[in-house]
T-cell receptor, first 116, second 114 residues
Framework: GAGVSQSPSNKVTEKGKDVELRCDPI?????LYWYRQRLGQGLEFLIY????????KSGLPSDRFSAERTGESVSTLTIQRTQQEDSAVYLC??????????????FGPGTRLTVL | GDSVTQMEGPVTLSEEAFLTINCTYT??????LFWYVQYPGEGLQLLLK?????DKGSNKGFEATYRKETTSFHLEKGSVQVSDSAVYFC?????????????FGKGTMLLVSP
């Protein structure tokens, strides 16, 4: 079926505003990941969801960042009181999860966030 | 912790030249290894993967062999094309805790000229 989708594709916001980014994973994928890609840099892991288990939030850079996932479907990443250093491309990925072949992650096109 | 180191770019080649992009890793246990490619203006795409030592991943003329003895996963292509111009990311997946977040290198930009 369809790949991972993300919305919006681009978001420009003012410093101090809250933003919400959305990810629709591939149907049937139990694992979902959020990454951040700053300009000219590799990807930084932010948060990981696996089924109904407690998410791994170890990569979130500050308490302004949070994410939720409804069951094994849509996820939202929320950044409160945005700062200019939050400007980056936010990438979502999904995978089949635990087990053979489950470690291959498929990425969405990303949301480019610009904080003015 | 886990880490991936890849050669800095940009790598600039003429069409039909041989390509090598070096990648070495540090990980506990036995990670899976990946190469992802990001074409201009597009998202990350899985290029190839290898899940155990001596495995060779291949796709679109690209190859990489999982070398546990040298902790390396170098990407090679015998004859590059202009359309191969992109940023290439080496990554590993560590199942140490039963799941598999990806640890990425910083990426290597490849520029191929006609």
């Amino acid at each position: 079926g369809a790949g991972v989708s993300q919305s919006p594709s681009n978001k420009v916001t003012e410093k101090g505003k809250d933003v919400e980014l959305r990810c629709d994973p591939i149907s049937g994928h139990t694992a979902l990941y959020w990454y951040r890609q700053r300009l000219g840099q590799g990807l930084e892991f932010l948060i990981y969801f696996q089924g109904n288990s407690a998410p791994d939030k170890s990569g979130l850079p500050s308490d302004r960042f949070s994410a939720e996932r409804t069951g094994e479907s849509v996820s939202t990443l929320t950044i409160q009181r945005t700062q200019q250093e939050d400007s980056a491309v936010y990438l979502c990925a999904s995978s089949l999860g635990l087990g053979s072949g489950g470690d291959t992650q498929y990425f969405g096109p990303g949301t480019r966030l610009t904080v003015l | 912790g886990d880490s991936v180191t890849q050669m800095e770019g940009p790598v600039t080649l003429s069409e039909e030249a041989f390509l090598t992009i070096n990648c070495t890793y540090t990980a506990t246990g036995y990670p899976s290894l990946f190469w992802y490619v990001q074409y201009p203006g597009e998202g990350l795409q899985l290029l190839l993967k290898a899940t155990k030592a001596d495995d060779k991943g291949s796709n679109k003329g690209f190859e990489a062999t999982y070398r546990k003895e040298t902790t390396s996963f170098h990407l090679e292509k015998g004859s590059v094309q202009v359309s191969d111009s992109a940023v290439y990311f080496c990554a590993l997946s560590d199942r140490g805790s039963g799941y598999s977040t990806l640890t990425f290198g910083k990426g290597t930009m490849l520029l191929v000229s006609p």
